[in-house]
């Protein structure tokens, strides 16, 4: 019985160690989620960015055509 309170201290030691535990835990899920979603943004500015070289070599493609039409009325 004499080691029961020193149990006791050594369980309230625990459960404060567990509670640090969880709350730098909650804090880490707030980062990873913070994290995610900047990842989220970023892939969304990718995909306009693809979205914008799709349509600038569409353009290009257009250029080509006309600059090769052109080309071909000089040498009829």
């Known amino acids: 019985m004499g080691?029961?309170?020193?149990?006791?201290?050594?369980l309230g030691e625990t459960l404060r160690h567990?509670?640090?535990t969880l709350g730098h835990f909650r804090?880490?899920?707030?980062?990873?989620?913070?994290?995610?979603?900047h990842f989220a943004?970023?892939?969304g500015h990718f995909r306009e960015t693809l979205r914008h070289?799709?349509?600038t070599?569409?353009?290009l493609g257009e250029t080509l055509r006309n600059?090769?039409?052109?080309?071909?009325?000089?040498s009829e």
């Not at 080691?3 to 050594?10: E, K, S």
């Not at 600059?67 to 000089?74: A, I, R, S, V």
């Open 53 to 55: 070289f799709r349509e």
């Open 41 to 43: 943004k970023t892939l």
């Open 3 to 10: 080691h029961f309170p020193m149990g006791l201290g050594h």
């Open 67 to 74: 600059f090769e039409e052109t080309l071909g009325h000089f």
């Open 57 to 59: 070599l569409g353009h």
């Open 27 to 37: 804090e880490t899920l707030g980062h990873f989620r913070e994290t995610l979603g």
């Open 18 to 20: 567990f509670a640090e």
